[in-house]
């Protein structure tokens, strides 16, 4: 049974390493956000296995709060900055694909290098940091500058569950509140944007 579940946690992962690959290259903003979404509902079903795996009913807690506020909370909120359904931001998905590659390839490295007693699984959150802080630095909206933060807590998130399984509830409390504080500078731009019509602020 266990090893079933550690499958299906392997599976879960690789689905969340997907999403990340195609929040980098997709620019519409309302697939961007449900991209987040998906990607936010298999962290929290991965968080639950692994609670099961590990009979620690903290997982259960770290899993309902991602599927609270990264699954329907957060891009709910963010949903209101998207005024149509067009509204996307400039991107280049041949570059972003091979930055992509690139990043993974890169991850595996540097994991099977400085955590050579873990299980290379670990390898993938890694992976997801180093996505988000792609998508964080390369986007220029508002919006791609909040999904690559999550992409990137999510990573942080899974990374510390895999490696020090007793910290991430800790760390989703700090990351919650921090991503609040985000949300709310989010909206202060859109009402910005709505009075004073700045371009930058569009995406």
Same mark, same amino acid.
């Given at each position: 049974m266990v090893g079933i579940m550690s499958s299906i946690i392997?599976?879960?992962?690789?689905?969340?390493l997907l999403t990340a690959i195609y929040l980098n290259i997709e620019s519409y903003h309302k697939l961007l956000i449900k991209g987040l979404s998906i990607q936010?509902?298999?962290i929290a079903i991965l968080?639950?296995?692994?609670?099961?795996? &590990?009979?620690?009913?903290?997982f259960y807690i770290l899993a309902l709060s991602t599927l609270f506020f990264r699954a329907i909370i957060v891009p709910q909120m963010l $949903?209101?900055? +998207?005024?149509?359904?067009?509204?996307?931001?400039?991107t280049n998905p041949s570059i972003f694909s091979i930055t992509s590659l690139f990043i993974i390839l890169l991850s595996y490295y540097l994991y099977s290098n400085v955590f050579s007693g873990f299980s290379l699984i670990g /390898?993938?959150?890694? /992976?997801? +940091?180093?996505?988000?802080?792609?998508?964080?630095?390369?986007?220029?909206?508002?919006?791609?500058?909040?999904?690559g933060y999550v992409v990137?807590? &999510?990573?942080i998130l899974v990374l510390t569950a895999f490696?020090?399984?007793?910290?991430?509830f800790i760390?989703?409390?700090? +990351? $919650?509140?921090?991503?609040?504080?985000?949300?709310? +500078?989010?909206?202060?731009m859109k009402d910005i944007k709505m009075d004073i019509n700045y371009p930058e602020l569009r995406g």
């Open positions: 392997l599976l879960l992962a690789v689905l969340s936010s509902f298999i968080f639950f296995l692994y609670g099961y795996i &590990n009979s620690d009913g903290s $949903t209101t900055y +998207v005024k149509s359904p067009f509204q996307r931001s400039k /390898a993938i959150p890694l /992976a997801l +940091v180093f996505l988000g802080f792609f998508i964080l630095a390369s986007r220029r909206s508002t919006l791609g500058k909040i999904i990137e807590e &999510n990573g490696l020090v399984p007793t910290l991430p760390l989703e409390a700090g +990351v $919650t509140l921090d991503l609040f504080g985000v949300l709310i +500078v989010l909206v202060i």
